[in-house]
C-alpha cells in the first residue's frame, strides 16, 4: 500500500461587466428552519471533503495533515493513514474525495484529489470497505498555486468523473481552453476525456470559472456548482456543458450574451465564499467559510429562488455540506485551518436535520 497517509450592497464590478444587487433573506421564526440534532464527528484536523459510501460508511479528508478517516456507521472512526505525494500549502493540500459508482452494492474504487510538489491531481485507490491501496494517478497536469485549487470532485449521474478547477492565481487560464485550471472537467474511470463532451478528446465540460469548490445535482440530474467571487460577488451556477462562465471577463451578472449567469449570487462576499454544496429538499445547500453560514437556495427547476442564510455565526467557518447515510445533512466545520477561531471539539461534522420541502 503505497501511503505516507438585509440588505446587499451593490458594488462595481469589472469595467465590461454590469450587475444587479441580489436578494438574500434572513432566516426567521416564521420560515421552516434546519436543525442542528448532534455531530457526526468532533475533534478533527482541518477536514475538506465527505465521502458517503454505499455501506454506510464514509470516508473524510484532511487538507493539512494529507490524511483520510474512515467513520463508521455505529461512530467508529479509523484513521486510514497519509496519501502519498501530497504537499499541503496555502489553500492546497488533500482536498476533494469520491466513491466510484457502487457494482452490486459494492464500491471497490475511491477518488482524491489533492497538491503535489508539481501540479494539482486526481489519483484512484483500490477500496475493500477497509483499506485503500494501489494508489495510481488517473489525471494530472492541473495548474497548483497557494491559491485557488478548486478541488472539489464528484461522480455524476452519467458516472463521469466532474473535477472542479480554480484558476490557480492566473485568471487568464479560465478562459484559455487548452488549460485545465479555472474550469469543470468531466472523465471517465480512468482519467480519460468522458465521450460527449463538447470538445472531443479535451475533459473540459464548462470554463471561465474562478475556483469551484462545490458540485451537485439535482433530482432531474442538472448539475449546480458554487464559486468564490473575487471581492464582489459569489455564484452559484447551473452548469451546461460547454457554457462559459465569465471569469476573468465577469464577477456575477455581466451584460454579455457569450457568458452564462449566475442562477443566485451573493454579494459582499464577506457573507458566503461558498464551498461544499449539497442538494436535498428542493434546496441547493451552500457550506460558508469567511460567511460563517449555511446558505439554503431553493430551486425550481433550471431556476433558483432568494437564498436565506442559517446558523450565521453559530459554528464557524463551514467547508463541506453532503448528504449524509442517515439521510441528515453533514456539514462538516472549518475553523482548524489558520484562518478560523476553533472552539472545543472543532472541527466538526455537524447533523443537521432539514424542514421538510413546502
Same mark, same amino acid.
Given at each position: 500500500?503505497?501511503?505516507?497517509?438585509?440588505?446587499?450592497?451593490?458594488?462595481?464590478?469589472?469595467?465590461?461587466?454590469?450587475?444587479? &444587487?441580489?436578494?438574500?433573506?434572513?432566516?426567521?421564526?416564521? +420560515?421552516?428552519? @434546519?436543525?442542528?440534532?448532534?455531530?457526526?464527528?468532533?475533534?478533527?484536523?482541518?477536514?475538506?471533503?465527505?465521502?458517503?459510501?454505499?455501506?454506510? /460508511?464514509?470516508?473524510? +479528508?484532511?487538507?493539512?495533515?494529507?490524511?483520510?478517516?474512515?467513520?463508521?456507521?455505529?461512530?467508529?472512526?479509523?484513521?486510514?493513514? /497519509?496519501?502519498?505525494?501530497?504537499?499541503? &500549502?496555502? $489553500?492546497?493540500?488533500?482536498?476533494? #474525495? &469520491?466513491?466510484?459508482?457502487?457494482?452490486?452494492?459494492?464500491? =471497490?474504487?475511491?477518488?482524491?484529489?489533492?497538491?503535489?510538489?508539481?501540479?494539482? *491531481?486526481?489519483?484512484?485507490?483500490?477500496? !475493500?470497505?477497509?483499506?485503500?491501496?494501489?494508489?495510481? %494517478?488517473?489525471?494530472?497536469? #492541473? @495548474?497548483?498555486?497557494?491559491?485557488?485549487?478548486?478541488?472539489? #470532485?464528484?461522480?455524476? @449521474?452519467?458516472?463521469?468523473?466532474?473535477?472542479?478547477?480554480?484558476?490557480?492565481?492566473?485568471?487568464?487560464?479560465?478562459? !484559455?481552453? %487548452?488549460?485545465?485550471?479555472?474550469?469543470?472537467?468531466?472523465?471517465?474511470?480512468?482519467?480519460?476525456?468522458?465521450?460527449?463532451?463538447?470538445?472531443?478528446?479535451?475533459?473540459?465540460?464548462?470554463?471561465?470559472?474562478?475556483?469551484?469548490?462545490?458540485?451537485?445535482?439535482?433530482?432531474?440530474?442538472?448539475?449546480?456548482?458554487?464559486?468564490?467571487?473575487?471581492?464582489?460577488?459569489?455564484?452559484?451556477? /447551473? #452548469?451546461?456543458?460547454?457554457?462559459?462562465?465569465?471569469?476573468?471577463?465577469? $464577477?456575477?451578472?455581466?451584460?454579455?450574451? $457569450?457568458?452564462?449567469?449566475?442562477?443566485?449570487?451573493?454579494?459582499? %462576499?464577506?457573507?458566503?465564499?461558498?464551498?461544499?454544496?449539497?442538494?436535498?429538499?428542493?434546496?441547493?445547500?451552500? &457550506?460558508?467559510?469567511?460567511?460563517?453560514?449555511?446558505?439554503?437556495?431553493?430551486? !425550481?427547476?433550471?431556476?433558483?429562488?432568494?437564498? /436565506?442564510?442559517?446558523?450565521?455565526?453559530?459554528?464557524?467557518?463551514? *467547508?463541506?455540506?453532503?448528504?449524509?447515510?442517515?439521510?441528515?445533512?453533514?456539514?462538516? %466545520?472549518?475553523?482548524?485551518?489558520?484562518?478560523?477561531?476553533?472552539?472545543?471539539?472543532? =472541527?466538526?461534522?455537524?447533523?443537521? $436535520?432539514? @424542514?421538510?420541502? +413546502?
Amino acid at each position: 500500500m503505497r501511503f505516507r497517509f438585509l440588505v446587499v450592497l451593490v458594488v462595481p464590478l469589472l469595467a465590461a461587466c454590469a450587475s444587479a &444587487a441580489p436578494e438574500v433573506s434572513p432566516g426567521s421564526e416564521s +420560515t421552516p428552519a @434546519p436543525v442542528v440534532v448532534g455531530n457526526a464527528a468532533t475533534d478533527l484536523a482541518a477536514p475538506w471533503s465527505m465521502a458517503i459510501l454505499a455501506d454506510g /460508511q464514509t470516508l473524510l +479528508t484532511h487538507r493539512d495533515d494529507a490524511s483520510i478517516t474512515l467513520l463508521q456507521p455505529e461512530g467508529g472512526r479509523k484513521d486510514l493513514g /497519509q496519501v502519498e505525494g501530497v504537499v499541503p &500549502a496555502g $489553500e492546497g493540500g488533500l482536498l476533494g #474525495i &469520491a466513491a466510484a459508482p457502487a457494482l452490486n452494492g459494492k464500491q =471497490d474504487a475511491i477518488y482524491a484529489y489533492f497538491t503535489s510538489a508539481d501540479d494539482n *491531481r486526481v489519483v484512484r485507490f483500490n477500496w !475493500d470497505g477497509k483499506q485503500l491501496s494501489n494508489q495510481q %494517478t488517473v489525471v494530472d497536469g #492541473i @495548474p497548483k498555486s497557494q491559491i485557488h485549487n478548486g478541488g472539489r #470532485i464528484a461522480f455524476g @449521474p452519467d458516472g463521469s468523473l466532474y473535477i472542479a478547477t480554480g484558476d490557480a492565481g492566473q485568471p487568464e487560464l479560465a478562459q !484559455d481552453k %487548452t488549460s485545465l485550471a479555472g474550469k469543470i472537467l468531466r472523465v471517465t474511470e480512468q482519467g480519460d476525456p468522458a465521450a460527449g463532451n463538447p470538445d472531443s478528446g479535451s475533459p473540459v465540460y464548462s470554463l471561465g470559472h474562478r475556483n469551484v469548490q462545490g458540485l451537485a445535482w439535482d433530482d432531474d440530474g442538472r448539475l449546480w456548482a458554487s464559486e468564490f467571487g473575487e471581492n464582489d460577488v459569489d455564484e452559484l451556477n /447551473q #452548469i451546461e456543458p460547454g457554457s462559459n462562465y465569465g471569469w476573468p471577463e465577469c $464577477e456575477g451578472r455581466c451584460d454579455r450574451a $457569450e457568458f452564462a449567469q449566475p442562477a443566485a449570487e451573493w454579494s459582499p %462576499t464577506s457573507i458566503a465564499s461558498p464551498s461544499g454544496l449539497a442538494i436535498a429538499d428542493g434546496s441547493a445547500w451552500v &457550506a460558508s467559510l469567511r460567511g460563517e453560514r449555511l446558505w439554503q437556495v431553493p430551486l !425550481d427547476g433550471a431556476e433558483a429562488g432568494v437564498p /436565506q442564510e442559517w446558523f450565521a455565526g453559530e459554528f464557524g467557518r463551514l *467547508r463541506d455540506a453532503t448528504v449524509g447515510p442517515d439521510g441528515l445533512l453533514w456539514v462538516a %466545520t472549518n475553523n482548524t485551518d489558520s484562518r478560523g477561531t476553533p472552539e472545543p471539539g472543532d =472541527d466538526r461534522i455537524l447533523l443537521v $436535520e432539514l @424542514p421538510e420541502a +413546502t
